[in-house]
DNA sequence: GACTTGACTAGAC
DNA sequence: AGTCTAGCCAAGT
């Protein structure tokens, strides 16, 4: 149980970011789900803003599976671009399939499904 | 201490 | 399928 340290919760969110496996993606929202004591997505995204080099950010997408670096100083295809290199299939419009790459602490690997015609989840 | 901004999301139109 | 709105929390001004 954390102590609600100040900064207690950002080294929570890298530990959990640390975690996901190459090949794997996590959105902001599952994060702030794990975190649980309130937080949100924009918490988690404004962690994540101020992330060092040890901490995978690039695992880290929004709810539609894209990158949503708002084109700040990370270029979004350098995002897409790591997670290419990982084994991360993205379709024509910078979207991967969550349902096969989203990260799931505590779940078993499993291999990781063909792409299925690049159908996205919420179809 | 109030106001604004931000690497978000879910729901409504 | 795309656009708009409201809710949310932390940090900076």
Known sequence: MPEKSDKNYRERVYRIVRS????????????????????????????????????????????????????????????????????VCFNDRGRCDLRTYLWIPGEKTRNRAPSRKTTLFTN
């Open 20 to 87: 996901i496996p190459p090949g794997r993606v996590m959105t902001y929202g599952q994060l702030a789900e794990i975190l649980g004591d309130g937080y949100t997505p924009r918490t988690v995204g404004f962690v994540m803003h101020g992330s060092d080099d040890k901490t995978p950010w690039h695992r880290v997408l929004n709810a539609q599976g894209g990158c949503s670096t708002r084109g700040i100083v990370l270029p979004h295809d350098k995002q897409q671009r790591m997670l290419e290199a990982e084994g």
